[in-house]
């Protein structure tokens, strides 16, 4: 009996120890192999993407995530580190470019880092079905050479088409793989307006920056109006205070613009994120904060009422100069309203009347809902600027009496007719939630008021309206892992020194830049530059009064 029992258990053992087996070898082989580019590395961890990848929708949306490491990680800085991301598909490693910043150092040990944050871009060929693993080692290794696809640098720009239509600006010129994407300006004037704070997108293969060539413009200054004339505006574009680069990666880009009012009753600190995107869609991230420094009353023009930013759209047509036929007025505004659904307004695309005609004004109670987003274009389809919150709740740090969310104010005019020369414009304006039916206007700005918030300008060139509110979905999403920079304090009190060129001799008796614009023929001009460190930090054209030899 006792012999029975003892084959029973060895036949049992048999039949089980196979399973087993089967059972481990049917895991391994679930788990992608190491990949082989890696086989010197000693670790690697799987990432938890925040994101579905099964839509091609998700195709190179950037991933920026904190990451803690389980085991050493040697890495000196940005540049020599260990890390690496790799992504299994479909039985294939593909290696994938990416950047790391906010290194944390291991505490007692000098090269290793305990976690950091690292970017890289969902892959075209995405289904998801692909795993992502960070490898990295705690041994000293080859450093990675990844092309440098965005570059921020200080640049500044001057144009004069006509006497009433000129720029002279200062700005963040983002290049994107030898391409200028946007411009965000620091100070002077676009359009004769105050630039700081303002973004400014150019049309596709665009190599040097030129508001003439651009297709999106927003504003992220805090405005209001006290008093009935132009002059009567308290914005926090019209004085640059200081200004910072966080962040110069090969995928991404970081940096930061303090300004304020010349009434000094206002302040805006915006951080700008720009993320490398390869296609048609561009996508600017912003956070940005508002500050009330005294109290203030609306008055005059009290559609402008404590806006947070505007979306601006210029139409130029000229008969006699080919150079000013530029911009474009859109036919649609969509929004996602407060009553949970998108509701459009169409636009005149030829205002002719010299005052703002407001299409929407504070009394249509047009408050963004859940999903938070405008957008600006040809409607369901075709092109589309659009700027989208993160939450339509929690904008309103403090202020007494203010109510929290976004209303939108939209006005157009006709804002130049010169010679043959007509410049129309239409500004949506985004800003304090200042009405709501069966109540009064609330045109009292308090002192305590702070407002921040984060955002996306985007644009999309055949996706209307729908590709917004599909981009809205990843943006809320990817936004939850993020965190901006601005532990850095910006100062108030910056060494400024006025510089005077007087252009003398050198055949200068016909240098008229504005006139060569305005007939149209070529004279010669006389070209400034000012260099600092070896480097051109202004240039441009000598004017000369037409009565000095």
């Not at 192999?33 to 961890?45: I, L």
């Not at 904190?66 to 598909?89: A, G, K, L, M, Y």
């Not at 080692?137 to 006497?163: G, R």
């Not at 002279?168 to 700081?196: N, P």
Request: hydrophobic share 35%; glycine share 6%; net charge negative.
């Amino acid at each position: 009996m006792r012999r029975s029992n003892i084959i029973i258990v060895g036949i049992l053992l048999l039949l089980i120890l196979p399973a087993i087996g089967l059972s481990g070898s049917a895991q391994d082989e679930g788990a992608p192999s190491w990949d082989p580019g890696y086989k010197e590395w000693a670790y690697r961890q799987e990432i938890s993407l925040p994101i579905q990848t099964n839509d091609f929708l998700s195709h190179y949306q950037p991933i920026d995530l904190r990451f803690r490491f389980e085991h050493p990680c040697w890495t000196e800085d940005v540049n020599q580190t260990s890390i690496r991301v790799s992504c299994w598909h479909q039985d294939h490693w593909h290696d994938l470019e990416s950047q790391i910043y906010s290194l944390e150092k291991t505490p007692g040990e000098t090269g290793y880092i305990s976690e950091c944050t690292v970017i890289f871009l969902i892959p075209d060929f995405a289904d998801g079905t692909e795993q992502y693993f960070i490898y990295y080692d705690d041994a000293e290794t080859i450093q990675p050479n990844y092309k440098d696809h965005v570059i921020i640098e200080d640049l500044n720009y001057t144009s004069s088409p006509l006497p009433e239509i000129s720029a002279v600006a200062k700005f963040y010129g983002i290049e994107e793989d030898g391409y200028c994407v946007y411009g965000v300006g620091q100070e002077g004037t676009l359009l004769d307006r105050s630039c700081a704070q303002v973004v400014v997108k150019q049309k596709k293969e665009c190599k040097e920056f030129d508001i003439i060539d651009s297709d999106q413009i927003v504003s992220f200054a805090f405005s209001y109006y006290y008093g009935d004339k132009e002059k009567d505006e308290s914005s926090s574009d019209q004085v640059f205070i200081d200004k910072k680069v966080f962040i110069d990666g090969n995928l991404m880009v970081e940096f930061g613009i303090f300004s304020e009012s010349k009434l000094k009753d206002v302040q805006t600190t915006v951080i700008y994120r720009y993320y490398y995107c390869p296609t048609e869609e561009k996508r600017l991230n912003v956070h940005v904060k508002h500050e009330m420094l005294k109290d203030a009353t609306v008055q005059g023009i009290d559609n402008v009422d404590g806006r947070f930013g505007s979306l601006i759209s210029f139409k130029s047509r000229s008969a006699a100069v080919d150079s000013l036929n530029f911009g474009k007025i859109y036919p649609y505004l969509n929004f996602y309203s407060d009553k949970e659904k998108i509701e459009q307004y169409q636009l005149n695309q030829n205002p002719s009347t010299k005052e703002r005609e407001w299409v929407i004004s504070y009394q249509n109670d047009a408050t963004l809902g859940s999903e938070a987003w405008l957008c600006y274009g040809d409607g369901k389809k075709g092109f589309a600027n659009a700027v989208l919150f993160a939450s339509e709740k929690g904008l309103v740090i403090s202020g007494i009496d203010e109510q929290d969310g976004t209303q939108l104010k939209v006005a157009e005019k006709e804002y130049v007719n010169f010679l043959g020369t007509e410049v129309d414009y239409v500004s949506i304006n985004f800003g304090r939630h200042s009405f709501q039916p069966g109540h009064s206007h609330d045109v009292t700005i308090p002192s305590d008021l702070i407002v921040q918030f984060d955002a996306e300008v985007f644009a999309s060139e055949t996706g209307g309206y729908e590709s917004v509110q599909q981009e809205s979905y990843f943006y809320k999403e990817l936004q939850k892992s993020r965190s901006y920079s601005g532990d850095i304090p910006f100062e108030r009190e910056l060494k400024r020194y006025n510089v005077t060129i007087i252009a003398r001799l050198g055949r200068t008796h016909l240098a008229h830049p504005w006139l060569s614009n305005l007939v149209g023929n070529v004279f010669p001009v006389m070209w400034i530059e000012l260099d600092q460190n070896g480097r051109v930090i202004f240039d441009g054209a000598a004017n000369r009064s037409l009565f000095i030899r």
